[in-house]
């Protein structure tokens, strides 16, 4: 089976850009996290869908979005990016929830210039 | 707030001995506690999970133990190996539905 698979790994962006982050889940899984995690902070959860539903949302501001596809697969998308928004990003699948074994991806490592 | 702690950032055992490795909580309302172990350059993976409803749950070399009075659980490995070196995360949520919330990590060497 295969597993969590995010796109691209590593990317590079300027102050005041946007980025879109793409995540496809483990076959058969519907629910859909996404964390960033930074040196001397952890992880820290953003959001997670389930069924196309934003179902909980982290302490982060609204120029961080996401959705969720029929597909189960999920997009992040960062607006107005900001040098604190360099950290690497990661996507986690489970079956039904934040509850389940959640599984992640390689994560992808953004670079704010 | 930060609602789950690890206070020590990093943690050097030898190969074979036992590695304790230590997280407290605030919120009284978390009942699913879980440790995940992550490799440089790979997201983590998930090693075990304990229910509030127990103290203890084993794995083979790992073992989680919950204190629920004390907002404490730690994670042994034993005998320690050096593949085990990586950095693990505990994380904990208050229900079902309701987000993980992660601590800061534990950097574990395993030095032969």
């Known amino acids: 089976k295969a597993g969590v698979t995010q796109t691209p790994r590593y990317l590079i962006k300027t102050r005041g850009q946007q980025v879109t982050l793409s995540c496809s889940p483990i076959s058969g899984h519907r629910s859909v996290s996404w964390y960033q995690q930074t040196p001397g902070q952890g992880l820290q959860f953003l959001f997670e869908?389930?069924?196309?539903?934003?179902?909980n949302k982290g302490n982060f501001p609204g120029r961080f979005s996401g959705r969720q596809f029929s597909n189960s697969r999920s997009e992040m998308n960062v607006s107005t990016l900001e040098l604190g928004d360099s950290a690497l990003y990661l996507c986690?699948?489970?079956?039904?929830?934040?509850?389940?074994?959640?599984?992640f991806g390689p994560g992808t490592r953004l670079t704010v210039l | 707030d930060q609602q789950v702690k690890q206070n020590s950032p990093s943690l050097s055992v030898q190969e074979g001995r036992i590695s304790i490795l230590n997280c407290d909580y605030t919120?009284?309302?978390?009942?699913?506690f879980l440790w995940y172990k992550k490799y440089p350059a790979e997201g983590p993976t998930f090693l075990i999970s304990i229910s509030s409803i127990k103290d203890k749950n084993e794995d083979g070399r790992f073992t989680v133990f919950l204190n629920k009075s004390a907002k404490h659980l730690s994670l042994h490995i034993v005998p320690s190996q050096p593949g085990d070196s990586a950095v693990y995360f505990c994380a904990a949520s208050a229900g079902n539905t309701d987000k993980l919330i992660f601590g800061t990590g534990t950097r574990l060497q395993v030095f032969p």
């Open positions: 986690a699948s489970s079956v039904q929830g934040l509850y389940n074994e959640q599984f």
């Open positions: 919120n009284s309302m978390f009942d699913y």
């Open positions: 869908y389930f069924s196309e539903t934003q179902r």
